[in-house]
């Protein structure tokens, strides 16, 4: 069964920018990883800093996988985590 993550990011409008550019380079290095499905970045309609993450792998160790990528590491924990106000992770086997 594949596993799905659903993340909802917040930053300051200020930072919109600067985030949205680091996840959408992290979009073209985990569209590329071996285990991932699907990898979409929203950006929440009259939520300026707001910001949905849709990603589907084979299996949650594909995931674990992708956390260890240095693409991940680089962009997505060392610039966009630190410029977020709020941060909601779900997970989910895709039926």
Known sequence: MAFAVVAHY????ADAAT???????ARAGSRGEPANL??????????PGGFVLY???V?????EAHKAA???QE???GVVWPLLIERTVTFAEVL
């Open 38 to 47: 699907a990898y979409e970045v929203h950006e929440v309609v009259g939520e």
């Open 10 to 13: 917040r930053c300051a409008p």
């Open 59 to 63: 299996d949650e160790g594909g995931f």
């Open 19 to 25: 985030a949205r550019d680091a996840l959408l380079k």
């Open 75 to 77: 962009l997505v924990v």
């Open 55 to 57: 990603e589907q792998y």
């Open 70 to 72: 240095p693409h991940f």
